[in-house]
């Protein structure tokens, strides 16, 4: 939802890349304090240099498609997509996969063999947002 939210902005409008010559990072967003991080910028806790710095410093620690993610949440622009889940490895169906969110959604979990996956398939400038608002760029 952080990508998804169009009222939650993040301070940044320019996201600093990766420390140069740094070694690619190992951390996912599940072992890296990407949500601490998000939630102080929103709320403005954390601004200026030292926001450019944390992010930095975040992104050098991540795998590359984790800096990548990070990024485009911070960078002021919505995401477009759908979360599709993979069973055993496979995109399921949409009638299977939209089943697997409802149960966990409804306070249930994923089996071991079930793994969400978020597709995005657009970036939108936050400036398009806008209620009725139409983005005049064709697909890449």
Do not use: C
């Not at 140069?20 to 929103?42: K, M, Q, R, V, Y």
């Not at 993610?69 to 995109?91: A, M, N, P, W, Y």
Request: glycine letters at 10%.
């Amino acid at each position: 939802m952080a990508a998804l939210d169009p009222l939650t902005t993040y301070g940044m409008r320019q996201v600093p890349d990766r420390i140069d010559g740094a070694a690619p990072g190992a951390n996912t967003f599940e072992n890296a304090p990407i949500w601490e991080t998000l939630e102080h910028l929103a709320k403005r806790e954390l601004t200026g240099n030292a926001a450019r710095d944390e992010v930095q410093r975040l992104m050098t620690f991540l795998t590359p498609q984790s800096a990548e993610l990070f990024k485009r949440i911070s960078r002021g622009t919505q995401t477009h997509g759908e979360i599709v889940v993979l069973v055993d490895g496979v995109i399921a169906s949409r009638e299977i996969g939209n089943g697997i969110i409802n149960r966990v959604s409804a306070g249930g979990a994923f089996e071991e063999n079930e793994q969400p996956v978020f597709q995005a398939w657009d970036q939108i400038p936050l400036s398009a947002v806008v209620p009725k608002g139409k983005y005049e760029v064709g697909y890449r």
